[in-house]
């Protein structure tokens, strides 16, 4: 077990020696703020009842130990209910397995590459559906391979799709969409966290591409976007288990997919970008009217931070520390019912049926919502909004006298990348939303 010390977490996600100018985490892990591995296993009952309370609250004071993260994270994310017990999860946990084997294997029957090893590079496929012969491919890592050194490789006599070369096949719209998407992942997969020593290990980089590979093929409506590979990249780490890190994606998802959701008339995340403004004009309405004045008014320059989480602003670890602080101040008892499938529910024991939620089960920033009767109305803001809205007044005195156009607002912001500090914008963020609930009541 790890001991709980006042040391920062990037020892935990190694960065390659090569890559030493890269933002160092302020994230410490401290003993009584910090939830540790023995407080962790304190708060389950000799069943496997989890006091989801004092885990919360936790959390809100100091983020996950390292060693943990990874099982605490399948609860802020609704992957399991802490009114289960520990056999109810485990037979969910193997369920699940079992289900996203199935999946996977229903992908790799439309193409060979997922669960190969390998990563597609380039298109396998053309617009019409015709397929593309020796499309260049990432190799899977074989000491006891011939030319292992040499990453890049191109296929000769059997087309890498699973395709012999006399063969014709025709795929319907869904499957070549979904083709289309295949090496896009891949060369995003290939940009994704490559500072960390873990992703030296080829079985890796494959486990984070037949992630996302399959996912695009479940989720129709949103397939693939630039972005998911940088949000499903530390369940990758996180998680020993492929099929345990795709769950947590798949949840996580759940909560984000609208951001990655474009029609022909609107952007996914627009309607935070939106929120957003609203939000800047109502509590800063001086640094509001100077970015609408600098044609900044749709707030574009925050794209990046809503998509893929901060990743880009912060280290690796302080972005876990971020994400799970969110998550805890965000949490809904109701997240588990609300993720609940057909045929997956556990089964609830006697004792826990018909309990009242306690207010502590609910995170702090789910508290506020409640007290100002905001979860009863339309669905409450995502914490993210107030999370960049607190960054933007804390930069407001620079932006104001510095900023003399667009670009100067998005280097004023680049500046941050490595400065932020994950606790203190998360402080900000929930001061704000107190401010905004205040202010949009009396309005």
Request: aromatic share 10%.
């Amino acid at each position: 077990m790890w001991r709980d010390t006042g040391a920062p977490a990037d020892s935990f996600y190694a960065a390659r020696p090569e890559c030493g100018d890269l933002p160092k985490t302020k994230f410490k892990i401290k003993a009584g703020k910090t939830l540790s591995a023995r407080r962790w296993q304190a708060a389950f009952s000799p069943e496997g009842y989890l006091d989801i309370g004092s885990v919360l609250s936790r959390i809100q004071r100091g983020g996950v130990h390292p060693s943990i993260r990874g099982e605490v994270w399948e609860f802020l994310l609704g992957c399991f209910d802490p009114k289960s017990t520990f056999d109810e999860r485990e037979q969910l946990r193997q369920r699940r397995r079992l289900q996203y084997a199935i999946l996977k294997e229903e992908c790799k029957e439309k193409d060979s590459h997922v669960g190969s090893g390998r990563i597609i590079t380039a298109p396998i496929i053309t617009e019409d559906g015709e397929p593309i012969q020796d499309p260049l491919v990432i190799l899977e890592a074989n000491e006891n391979q011939e030319n292992s050194h040499n990453s890049l490789s191109s296929s000769t006599g059997t087309r890498e799709n699973g395709e012999t070369s006399g063969e014709h096949i025709k795929f319907d719209k869904q499957v070549i969409e979904w083709k289309l998407t295949l090496h896009q992942i891949g060369l995003d997969v290939l940009r994704t966290d490559r500072t960390l020593v873990f992703y030296e290990k080829k079985e890796n980089l494959s486990k984070l591409w037949d992630i996302l590979a399959v996912y695009a093929w479940i989720d129709k409506d949103v397939g693939y976007c630039q972005g998911m590979s940088d949000l499903c990249s530390p369940m990758i780490v996180l998680l020993e288990d492929e099929a345990d890190a795709f769950w947590c994606f798949e949840r996580l998802m759940r909560r984000l997919r609208g951001n990655f959701r474009c029609t022909e008339r609107s952007v996914g995340v627009e309607n935070q970008l939106q929120s957003l403004a609203s939000i800047t004009q109502l509590l800063e309405p001086k640094l509001h009217e100077h970015l609408e004045t600098l044609g900044g008014g749709d707030y574009l320059f925050a794209f990046r931070m809503f998509m893929v989480l901060f990743r880009r602003e912060l280290s690796f670890g302080d972005s876990l520390f971020l994400w799970e602080m969110m998550w805890a101040l965000e949490y809904d008892p109701d997240i588990f019912s609300m993720y609940e499938e057909p045929g997956v529910a556990t089964d609830k024991n006697e004792g826990s049926k018909g309990k009242a939620k306690s207010i502590r089960q609910f995170g702090k920033y789910e508290r506020e919502n409640l007290k100002n009767g905001s979860k009863s109305s339309d669905a409450p803001l995502p914490i993210s909004v107030f999370l960049v809205a607190s960054v933007l007044k804390d930069k407001s005195s620079k932006l104001l006298q510095e900023a003399r156009g667009l670009d100067d607002v998005i280097k004023i912001l680049n500046d941050m990348t490595g400065n932020l500090d994950a606790k203190k914008a998360c402080s900000g963020a929930m001061k704000l939303h107190k401010k905004y609930l205040k202010k949009a009541k009396k309005t």
